[in-house]
C-alpha cells in the first residue's frame, strides 16, 4: 500500500519514538477537499496524544497545499473513535458512503 501511496504523494505522516513506529497516518488531497486515511496507533500506545498529533500534523500539511476541508470514514459503531474526532473538531455529516470493487 506505501508504494502505492507513493507513486501518488508523500502524504503519510509516522510517529515514532527511538526507531519504534508508535503510529501512522495517510492523508490525501483531490483538489477539492483532503482525506484521512489508515489512521492507526499501536494499543498500548494510546491517550498519549500520538494520534491527536498525527491527525494535526496531516491537517496542518494539507492546509499548507491549499486544502480547506478534511473529511474522514469511520464505522458507525465505533463510538469510541467518532469521539476521538469529535474533539479534534470533526462532526458527522449526513451523507451516504457508497463504494465498489474494482476487478
Known amino acids: 500500500m506505501i508504494e502505492a ?3 501518488v504523494d508523500d502524504q503519510i505522516f509516522v510517529a515514532e519514538d527511538n526507531g519504534k513506529i508508535l503510529g501512522a497516518c495517510m492523508a490525501g488531497y483531490d ?3 483532503g482525506w484521512l486515511y489508515s489512521v492507526a496507533v499501536y494499543s498500548d500506545q494510546r491517550r498519549r496524544g500520538i ?3 498525527l491527525i494535526r500534523g496531516a491537517m ?3 492546509q499548507e497545499i491549499g ?3 478534511v473529511n474522514l470514514q469511520i464505522r458507525a459503531s465505533n463510538h469510541e473513535v467518532r469521539a476521538f474526532y469529535e474533539s479534534l473538531g470533526f462532526s458527522v455529516e449526513e451523507r451516504i458512503s457508497m ?3 474494482l476487478e
Open 5 to 7: 501511496k507513493l507513486q
Open 31 to 33: 483538489g477539492h477537499r
Open 51 to 53: 494520534g491527536q498529533k
Open 60 to 62: 496542518e500539511a494539507l
Open 67 to 69: 486544502c480547506i476541508k
Open 99 to 101: 463504494g465498489a470493487f
